[in-house]
Structures are given as structure tokens and as C-alpha cells.
């Protein structure tokens, strides 16, 4: 989609492998590209490598997913960073595995640890930690962050802080720990604390939660939705549409 390739898998496919790895050794990252991801690295062929480095690409935005299917790609269904980090978390608690969770104001990554275990409750947690904000722009800040998740020496990493940041440092932390797995998941970890709720399965399905997270955060997200993403999923849409019609075209 764009200028990237996502994995046409189901959610559940995406945690077998994730266990798979774990048993083999193997570490990796997840990617879960939304709209916006999708259009950085249309724009950004720096943010499009970035991406590329990270084993798992998933349709995260019902916009990604359409597209694909009307390009021709059996894309299964949504697979979002916040959903991500349930099924992961559960995964990790049935194989004797241990989390981290890095991102969310002072208290949120603590607050969603405690939820995460309340439901699993063989869930180890390694640590949490919640940077200072600019934390990524001084060297000090940035390896300080490393060395604690190092030292920690979890199996899985959820890393919520927003496409690219969470991205480049995962770039960091995996050559620090090549066995983990990590997730950026962006709100994921604030959601998993309660601090917001996510839309009813329904309106999610109908790919209109991104309306319900901008009635919960319209200051931040107006601008982001309605004047970048909203047109480029609209020119996504097109250019799938464009692809299959010309492919057909071969075809006949």
C-alpha cells in the first residue's frame, strides 16, 4: 500500500509467529501501519526503510485494509498496535515471557502493566517507564531510556510513542536486545490503562473509529485526520483502484 508492503494476516497469525520466533530464538518488530505511517513513508523514502526493517507490516486503519483488497491483496482483516498489545501480552504469559512497557504520561505505563497482569495474571512484568518529553532528541535522554530496557532484558517491548519516534528507538533497542520482539503501538499503552476507550467493535469494523478518537482528542487530531490523512486515503483508494483496473486489463 504505498510505499509500504503489509502482511496480509490475521491477528491471531501475528501472535503464532511471535511465539514461533520467541521458541527459535529469533527476535523481530512490529509495524502497524495506519494511515498516516502510510502516508510518512510516501513521502518520506527515509521513514519507508525505516519501516522495511521491521519483520511484521500490518493493516492497521480499515482505509489500509481496503486498499488492499481493491488492489487484489487478500487482506483479512485490521490489525491495530492497541489490539496487539492484549494478544501479544497473553501470548507472552502462556510461554513463561516477560514484557515492558515504554511510553504514556508519568503513572500510564504502570497503570496499564497492572491491567495487563489482572488479566493474565502469569504475565511477568520486566519494567515500564514513561521519558521525559524531547526525551528522544538528547543522546543522553535517549541511551538513558536504552539502557533501562536493556538492563531489564524483557522478551517483549511495547513502545508507545507515536510513528516515528517509537520506530527509531526500537531501531536502538534491538541491537541492544536481538532475542526481543517489539510493538510500537502507539495510544496502546494509555488504552490498555483506561485513560481512553477505544470505538465499539461495529464502528470499528465500518472504519469510523478514527471519527470516535477525534471526538476524544480533536485539538491534537483535527488537523492530522481531516486535512492530511482524510485526502491521502482517499488518494490511496484510487491509486488501488487504478492498480486492479489495469491489471485486469492484462489480464483480458
Same mark, same amino acid.
Given at each position: 500500500m504505498g510505499a509500504v508492503d503489509v502482511w496480509a494476516v490475521r491477528e491471531s497469525a501475528v501472535a503464532d509467529h511471535v511465539v514461533r520466533a520467541w521458541r527459535s530464538g529469533d527476535g523481530g518488530a512490529i509495524v502497524t501501519a495506519n494511515v498516516d505511517i502510510v502516508r510518512a513513508?510516501?513521502?518520506d523514502r527515509s521513514l519507508a526503510a525505516l519501516i522495511a526493517e521491521s519483520e511484521v507490516v500490518v493493516a492497521d486503519g480499515m482505509p489500509v485494509v481496503w486498499a488492499g483488497r481493491l488492489a487484489g491483496v487478500?487482506? *483479512?482483516e485490521r490489525v491495530t498496535g492497541s489490539s496487539l498489545v492484549y494478544t501479544l501480552s497473553e501470548a507472552a504469559a502462556r510461554e513463561g515471557r516477560s514484557v515492558y512497557l515504554l511510553g504514556g504520561d508519568t503513572g500510564v505505563p504502570e497503570k496499564a502493566a497492572a491491567a495487563l497482569v489482572a488479566l493474565y495474571p502469569a504475565l511477568r512484568v520486566a519494567g515500564t517507564d514513561s521519558p521525559p518529553f524531547g526525551f528522544d532528541r538528547d543522546e543522553t535522554g535517549t541511551a538513558e531510556a536504552v539502557a533501562k530496557v536493556a538492563k531489564a532484558n524483557p522478551d517483549?517491548?511495547?513502545v508507545g510513542l507515536g510513528? *516515528?519516534?517509537?520506530?527509531?528507538l526500537i531501531r536502538r533497542l534491538r541491537a541492544e536486545l536481538p532475542d526481543a520482539w517489539f510493538l510500537g503501538c502507539g495510544a496502546g499503552i494509555p488504552m490498555a490503562a483506561g485513560e481512553f476507550k477505544r470505538a465499539s467493535s461495529t464502528v470499528q469494523k465500518l472504519g469510523g473509529e478514527w471519527l470516535h478518537r477525534l471526538a476524544l482528542e480533536p485539538r491534537r487530531l483535527a488537523k492530522r485526520y481531516l486535512r492530511d490523512d482524510l485526502p491521502f486515503a482517499l488518494r490511496l483508494l484510487a491509486q488501488a483502484l487504478r492498480s486492479r483496473a489495469r491489471r485486469d486489463n492484462k489480464a483480458g
Amino acid at each position: 500500500m504505498g510505499a509500504v508492503d503489509v502482511w496480509a494476516v490475521r491477528e491471531s497469525a501475528v501472535a503464532d509467529h511471535v511465539v514461533r520466533a520467541w521458541r527459535s530464538g529469533d527476535g523481530g518488530a512490529i509495524v502497524t501501519a495506519n494511515v498516516d505511517i502510510v502516508r510518512a513513508a510516501t513521502r518520506d523514502r527515509s521513514l519507508a526503510a525505516l519501516i522495511a526493517e521491521s519483520e511484521v507490516v500490518v493493516a492497521d486503519g480499515m482505509p489500509v485494509v481496503w486498499a488492499g483488497r481493491l488492489a487484489g491483496v487478500d487482506v *483479512p482483516e485490521r490489525v491495530t498496535g492497541s489490539s496487539l498489545v492484549y494478544t501479544l501480552s497473553e501470548a507472552a504469559a502462556r510461554e513463561g515471557r516477560s514484557v515492558y512497557l515504554l511510553g504514556g504520561d508519568t503513572g500510564v505505563p504502570e497503570k496499564a502493566a497492572a491491567a495487563l497482569v489482572a488479566l493474565y495474571p502469569a504475565l511477568r512484568v520486566a519494567g515500564t517507564d514513561s521519558p521525559p518529553f524531547g526525551f528522544d532528541r538528547d543522546e543522553t535522554g535517549t541511551a538513558e531510556a536504552v539502557a533501562k530496557v536493556a538492563k531489564a532484558n524483557p522478551d517483549l517491548v511495547l513502545v508507545g510513542l507515536g510513528f *516515528p519516534k517509537q520506530e527509531l528507538l526500537i531501531r536502538r533497542l534491538r541491537a541492544e536486545l536481538p532475542d526481543a520482539w517489539f510493538l510500537g503501538c502507539g495510544a496502546g499503552i494509555p488504552m490498555a490503562a483506561g485513560e481512553f476507550k477505544r470505538a465499539s467493535s461495529t464502528v470499528q469494523k465500518l472504519g469510523g473509529e478514527w471519527l470516535h478518537r477525534l471526538a476524544l482528542e480533536p485539538r491534537r487530531l483535527a488537523k492530522r485526520y481531516l486535512r492530511d490523512d482524510l485526502p491521502f486515503a482517499l488518494r490511496l483508494l484510487a491509486q488501488a483502484l487504478r492498480s486492479r483496473a489495469r491489471r485486469d486489463n492484462k489480464a483480458g
